[in-house]
């Protein structure tokens, strides 16, 4: 798994601005827990909320007070982009994960509080420990809430049924579900759209409203409602823009792709136009590709 990390062992810490907000958020690169690193998809995620957060759904004023819980939090970046567009935001892991993400959670919530902008969208987030169905961790919760996220949470084939039974657990019958994800099998991520299109309306989010920087091939964010006899347009969000249907879930690990998408980024680096993101993803692309390849 090391060439799929987003950092190098050497970075124990990483820094973006969300919101307005400079959140820094601490990682144990060197743990052998997946849940010390800062996953890609995490950053693609709350780059997303900011993009689609003045207008529709994602607006503060539609999410202030809304309830949310992160499954796999990790470090926590996902729920701080929910938790500064006014959600209430609870964001769980597993016990070995908790002193970290508790750590990341109270540092910045204090930064923010004390910050010259204003902190008055900001919602609220706290800690919780949370192993997959368990019944006792899901009843102290107390769902349902209102949204449910998760950003590279399956990552093996053992997972999707505990993850699923979990989701289930904390739904209600409104619960909007989001999970972003990058395909780094195409047997589990196989597995895992047919597990959600049995249970759920499955839209994936449009590339184009995607942060034009934190995007990747690979990494494809996922909207989900429960199946109900009577749902709106499920093609439609609440802009009335369409929304992507998940009809090919590989139509973007095209290798060719990838190969321009690194050349283009090799030649930044050769020109000294590229920054740490940059590198990072031109480093797991150049992984991917490599790893096929017999000597």
């Known amino acids: 798994m090391d060439h799929e990390r987003l950092n190098s062992p050497s970075t124990s810490a990483i820094s973006l601005e969300v919101m307005g907000h400079r959140l820094h ?7 052998k827990h997946l849940g010390t690193t ?7 995620f709350v780059k997303f909320l900011e993009k689609n957060s003045r207008k529709g759904r994602f607006c503060p004023s539609k999410l202030k007070g809304k ?3 992160e499954l796999g939090a990790g470090c926590g970046l996902a729920g701080f982009g929910m938790a500064l567009l006014g959600c209430d935001v609870v964001t769980t892991d597993q016990v070995e994960v908790l002193p970290l993400l508790m750590r990341n959670v109270e540092r910045n919530k204090s930064w923010i509080s004390q910050s010259n902008s204003d902190s008055g969208s900001f919602g609220s987030i706290t800690v919780a420990e949370l192993d997959w169905g368990n019944k006792e961790h899901i009843r102290a919760v107390e769902p349902p809430f209102d949204y449910i996220i998760g950003t590279d949470v399956v990552y093996s084939e053992h997972l999707l049924q505990p993850l699923l039974e979990t989701i289930m657990a904390l739904s ?4 909007k ?6 395909i780094r099998s195409t047997t589990v991520h196989e597995q895992m759209m047919e597990m959600w299109k049995s249970n759920f309306i499955v839209k994936t989010i449009s590339k184009s409203k995607m942060d034009v920087k934190y995007q990747h091939p690979s990494i494809h964010l996922y909207m989900m409602d429960p199946k109900a006899p009577l749902i709106a ?3 439609t969000d609440d802009n009335g823009n369409d929304e992507e249907d998940e009809s090919n879930p590989t139509e973007d ?7 321009r998408s690194c050349s283009d980024s090799l030649e930044a680096i050769e020109g000294g136009n590229v920054d740490d993101w940059e590198i990072r993803r031109c480093g797991a692309m ?10």
């Open 286 to 295: 150049a992984a991917r590709l490599l790893k096929d390849v017999k000597l």
């Open 25 to 31: 958020i601490a990682q144990d690169p060197n743990s």
């Open 67 to 69: 309830r949310v819980i």
């Open 253 to 259: 690990e095209d290798p060719e792709a990838k190969s």
């Open 177 to 182: 579900i989001m999970l972003g994800y990058e």
């Open 233 to 235: 347009d499920a093609g």
């Open 38 to 44: 800062v996953w890609d998809a995490s950053m693609v």
């Open 172 to 175: 209600g019958p409104k619960t």
